[in-house]
């Protein structure tokens, strides 16, 4: 028997829930920013991928603005 997929969320909170491990008693800083780091970066490759890389199409499928991707995009270096 194969086991479930797990989804993006349980993806999500099972690292979360390691990191807080791992970090053993420390206190964190910065997560939240960390965490939509560590996100949307590869959201932005698969999207710009599937789209063909066309900034139009992937902006709307993202729900952006066609400039805010393009920033998005630069500050992750994939310009």
Known sequence: MSAQ???VEDCVRQSLQR????LDGETPDGMY????RLVEKPLLEVVMQQAENNQSRAAEWLGLNRN???KKLQQHEML
């Open 33 to 36: 920013d960390m965490l939509v």
């Open 68 to 70: 805010t991707l393009r």
């Open 19 to 22: 990191y807080f491990a791992d």
């Open 5 to 7: 997929p797990i989804n």
